[in-house]
């Protein structure tokens, strides 16, 4: 059970869930706050909200398995490994700072397009690139996941990530921006400043590590020549050859099938229209989930997609049969990516000449490597159909916020963290508390603090919860146990509580 550690984890918070809809009642706020007594969940339920998880979100699961097809595909193409591998050399000697420019990348496109399940398309890119480099898996996972949420922390403009905030509160959406810039960039600090204290450890350990192997190895040497010494000396100048050669440390680098395609022959391979295509991706990623309306109030994408499949050649919408239905950019989903990437894999399967069957095969042992953290997906919204369903949570939100009268940074930071361990998408999450939470504290000076609390609450939680989607999924996907991550994660979490904590007294005070 050891390598399914991370489906063992995700379990056994199911059943909690499904633990506390027998002890706890459940409420939910409309205008009132309504009691329904105990709204308990069955053992029918527990098989059959798998598939209402995946009539709802089904397809953020499909969209993880099209991109590891996708990347299988790419193993097929030896320009994939070359690229990579070119890339690594012109980071040697500058891998540090690769790394951090990675993870500043990724917290900069969550917090301002709200691209933390958009970019899950470049991770498995990512995850070679840090492993080439000669990280460790854990390293991997802080970049993506660390990143990540604290771009979520630190959300500026990605609308889709707490655009329901001021929708819920009245307030504007760009209330606060200083000091959302401000938790951003402390965050990406401390992030990077653990990842270089994370990988440091590690060398020092690897090293120790390496010198104790050596040691075993020259005292067997040793005690194997002495006793070679005694039967016959002519053996001597050998036997110190050997023992002499096993002073030097030899590190062997083993490269992961997993992660990191395989090696390619020596032949050249024209990794441009690789490189392009993939910039392409990118570049239509950004674009498609900037929320140019609701961000910034402009309307140019619309208007642009209106034109687009409106246009008419000899009274026929040609490009409007072709695309079909299509969303302005601004409005797309991860389900959008999945034409996207299919389009552009057999682009590139045409431009490389890989056979069909090569392509299905590919594509077919790519899924098969995402299919662990799809499978985590569907299981983490099945987490968010418990408790949509029975909603227990409410309680437990009401008892804390009682506590005080009025608004108290504290208490709502609580219920901010809670209501993220509940739910898995940052919309629900903020649903679940803050329309009692503004029936409770109706001074709207506020709100613009209760904002930037609950998205901060929610990328902390995000960072370390087993309902967390790029966590657990992450962890899956590396086959990195729960238990290690916590081990690696834990002092960052402390220094962003008290950071966060130290931010919201200030913003009190002024």
């Given at each position: 059970m050891?390598k399914h550690?991370?489906?063992?984890v995700?379990?056994i918070t199911?059943?909690?869930m499904?633990l506390?809809?027998?002890i706890l009642?459940?409420?939910?706020?409309s205008?009132?706050?309504v009691?329904q007594?105990r709204?308990?969940?069955?053992l029918?339920d527990?098989?059959?909200y798998?598939m209402?998880?995946?009539?709802?979100?089904?397809?953020?699961?499909?969209f993880v398995?099209?991109?590891g097809g996708?990347?299988g595909?790419?193993?097929k193409?030896?320009a994939?490994r070359?690229?990579?591998?070119?890339?690594?050399?012109?980071?040697?000697?500058?891998?540090?700072?690769?790394l951090?420019?990675?993870?500043?990348?990724?917290?900069?496109?969550t917090?301002?397009c709200?691209?933390?399940?958009g970019l899950?398309?470049?991770?498995?890119?990512?995850?070679?690139l840090i492993?080439?480099?000669?990280y460790?898996?854990?390293?991997?996972?802080l970049?993506?996941?660390g990143?990540?949420?604290?771009?979520?922390l630190?959300t500026?403009?990605?609308?889709?990530?707490?655009?329901?905030i001021p929708s819920i509160?009245?307030?504007n959406f760009t209330?606060?921006?200083l000091?959302k810039?401000i938790l951003?960039?402390?965050?990406?600090?401390l992030?990077?400043?653990?990842?270089i204290?994370y990988?440091?450890?590690?060398m020092?350990?690897?090293?120790?590590?390496n010198v104790?192997?050596?040691?075993?190895?020259?005292?067997?040497?040793t005690?194997?020549?002495t006793?070679?010494k005694?039967?016959?000396?002519?053996?001597s100048?050998n036997?110190?050859?050997?023992v002499k050669e096993?002073?030097?440390i030899?590190?062997?680098?083993e490269?992961?099938?997993?992660?990191?395609?395989?090696?390619?022959?020596?032949?050249?391979?024209?990794v441009?229209?690789?490189?392009?295509?993939?910039f392409?991706?990118?570049?239509?990623l950004?674009?498609?989930?900037i929320s140019?309306?609701?961000?910034?109030?402009?309307?140019a994408?619309?208007?642009?997609?209106?034109?687009v499949?409106?246009?008419?050649?000899?009274?026929?919408a040609?490009?409007?049969?072709?695309l079909?239905?299509v969303n302005?950019?601004?409005?797309?989903s991860v389900m959008d990516?999945?034409?996207?990437?299919m389009?552009?894999?057999f682009?590139?399967?045409?431009?490389?000449k890989?056979?069909f069957d090569e392509?299905?095969?590919?594509?077919?042992?790519g899924?098969?490597r995402?299919?662990?953290?799809?499978?985590?997906?569907v299981?983490?919204y099945t987490?968010?159909?418990?408790?949509?369903?029975?909603?227990f949570?409410?309680?437990?939100?009401?008892?804390i916020?009682g506590?005080?009268?009025?608004?108290?940074v504290?208490?709502t930071f609580?219920?901010?963290?809670?209501s993220?361990?509940?739910?898995?998408?940052p919309?629900?999450?903020?649903q679940?508390s803050l329309?009692y939470?503004?029936?409770i504290v109706?001074n709207?000076?506020n709100?613009?603090i209760?904002?930037?609390?609950y998205q901060?609450?929610?990328?902390?939680t995000?960072?370390?919860?087993p309902?967390?989607?790029?966590?657990?999924?992450t962890?899956?996907?590396l086959k990195?146990?729960?238990?290690?991550?916590f081990?690696?994660?834990w002092?960052?979490?402390l220094?962003?509580?008290?950071?966060?904590?130290?931010?919201f007294?200030?913003l009190?005070?002024i």
């Amino acid at each position: 059970m050891k390598k399914h550690n991370t489906f063992k984890v995700v379990l056994i918070t199911l059943l909690v869930m499904m633990l506390l809809t027998w002890i706890l009642p459940a409420a939910y706020y409309s205008g009132t706050y309504v009691d329904q007594g105990r709204v308990q969940m069955g053992l029918f339920d527990l098989f059959s909200y798998p598939m209402t998880s995946i009539s709802y979100f089904g397809y953020i699961a499909a969209f993880v398995l099209v991109v590891g097809g996708f990347y299988g595909v790419l193993n097929k193409i030896g320009a994939y490994r070359t690229m990579l591998d070119k890339l690594v050399a012109k980071f040697k000697g500058k891998e540090v700072v690769v790394l951090s420019i990675i993870m500043v990348l990724i917290a900069l496109l969550t917090s301002i397009c709200g691209l933390q399940l958009g970019l899950i398309i470049f991770f498995p890119m990512i995850v070679s690139l840090i492993l080439l480099m000669g990280y460790d898996k854990i390293v991997a996972a802080l970049a993506i996941v660390g990143s990540t949420m604290i771009g979520m922390l630190g959300t500026t403009f990605g609308y889709n990530n707490t655009g329901i905030i001021p929708s819920i509160l009245g307030n504007n959406f760009t209330d606060d921006m200083l000091t959302k810039c401000i938790l951003l960039f402390l965050g990406m600090v401390l992030l990077i400043f653990n990842t270089i204290w994370y990988i440091r450890k590690s060398m020092k350990n690897d090293k120790k590590a390496n010198v104790k192997k050596v040691t075993v190895k020259e005292e067997k040497k040793t005690t194997k020549s002495t006793k070679a010494k005694t039967t016959n000396k002519k053996s001597s100048k050998n036997t110190k050859a050997a023992v002499k050669e096993e002073n030097v440390i030899v590190v062997s680098e083993e490269e992961d099938s997993d992660y990191v395609p395989i090696a390619v022959s020596a032949n050249k391979h024209v990794v441009w229209p690789l490189a392009l295509i993939l910039f392409l991706i990118f570049v239509i990623l950004v674009l498609a989930f900037i929320s140019w309306s609701g961000a910034f109030g402009l309307t140019a994408m619309n208007d642009a997609t209106t034109a687009v499949t409106g246009f008419e050649v000899f009274g026929f919408a040609l490009f409007g049969k072709l695309l079909g239905t299509v969303n302005a950019f601004g409005s797309w989903s991860v389900m959008d990516l999945i034409t996207v990437l299919m389009v552009f894999m057999f682009v590139l399967a045409l431009i490389y000449k890989v056979k069909f069957d090569e392509v299905i095969d590919g594509f077919a042992k790519g899924v098969k490597r995402a299919l662990a953290p799809a499978v985590i997906f569907v299981l983490l919204y099945t987490i968010l159909v418990i408790t949509t369903y029975h909603p227990f949570q409410l309680v437990i939100y009401k008892a804390i916020l009682g506590i005080t009268d009025g608004f108290n940074v504290f208490t709502t930071f609580i219920v901010g963290i809670l209501s993220a361990f509940f739910n898995v998408d940052p919309a629900y999450a903020f649903q679940s508390s803050l329309p009692y939470l503004a029936s409770i504290v109706t001074n709207a000076d506020n709100y613009p603090i209760v904002a930037v609390i609950y998205q901060a609450a929610y990328g902390l939680t995000m960072l370390v919860a087993p309902t967390s989607l790029i966590l657990m999924g992450t962890l899956s996907y590396l086959k990195v146990s729960y238990g290690k991550w916590f081990k690696a994660i834990w002092k960052l979490l402390l220094e962003l509580l008290v950071v966060l904590l130290i931010v919201f007294t200030v913003l009190i005070l002024i």
